[in-house]
């Protein structure tokens, strides 16, 4: 099946500081990929859908300038948290699409960040 | 209200029982609807994904989605101690998922 890495897998990070996520499809093309948010024991919540070559699209209440995402080529996209704060620690999950379409496109998910900022 | 409304459980099942996990939905411009399986500090997997209503059936795991109920659920059986995991719905409008909050599932050996 088709899979998706991401690094670091945990980041330990001070207040102020900058942490950039990387999220990697290996053996497929990703024309599609999203980043999700999860805190303990609640549900994986979409922060941005981001296509390559292009600028992502961020759901409602996420900052863009906080949560910064490039998807330069179609294997790889990168989520950099911007001035850390004890309230963005979380589990970063990416996951990642091979085509788009009218049809239902599986999303291969990547095995998560957790974050904790100090 | 949330669009997709999961019982966290947890839910604790001896080995070998038949479990049942479900959800309910209110945004009828759902079209697909998947079931993953979260381990503990890992990515979901996708189970299951259904289309239409009705039952879909893989190995030991059944799908079933009401459309005009608007309720879906994951029956496994036989379950073993390694299903013990964290199981999510999933739905699907536009080519956007909208998750269920997940329910925590332990099989007792």
């Not at chain 1, 996420?62 to 004890?86: M, R, W, Y």
């Not at chain 1, 309230?87 to 996951?95: A, G, K």
Request: hydrophobic share 30%.
């Amino acid at each position: 099946g088709a899979v998706v890495s991401q690094h670091p897998s945990w980041v330990i990070c001070k207040s102020g500081t900058s942490v950039k996520i990387e999220c990697r499809s290996l053996d497929f093309q990703a024309t599609t990929m999203f980043w999700y948010r999860q805190f303990p024991k609640q549900s994986l919540m979409l922060m941005a859908t981001s296509n390559e070559g292009s600028k992502a699209t961020y759901e409602q209440g996420v900052e863009k300038d906080k949560f910064l995402i490039n998807h330069a080529s179609l294997t790889l996209s990168t989520l950099t948290v911007t001035s850390a704060h004890p309230e963005d620690s979380s589990f970063y999950i990416c996951s990642a699409r091979a085509t788009s379409g009218g049809s239902y496109n599986e999303q291969f998910f990547g095995p998560g960040t957790r974050l904790t900022v100090l | 209200q949330k669009e997709v409304e999961q019982d966290p459980g947890p839910l604790s099942v001896p080995e070998g029982a038949i479990v049942s996990l479900n959800c309910t939905y209110s945004n009828s411009a759902f079209q697909y609807f998947m079931w993953y399986r979260q381990y503990s500090r890992k990515g979901p997997e996708l189970l299951m994904y259904t289309y239409s209503s009705g039952n879909k059936e893989d190995g030991r795991f059944t799908a079933q989605v009401d459309k005009s109920s608007k309720y879906i659920s994951l029956f496994i059986r036989d379950s073993q101690p390694s299903d013990s995991a964290t199981y999510l719905c999933a739905m699907s409008a536009n080519q956007k998922v909208t998750f269920g909050t997940g329910t925590k599932l332990q099989v007792i050996p």
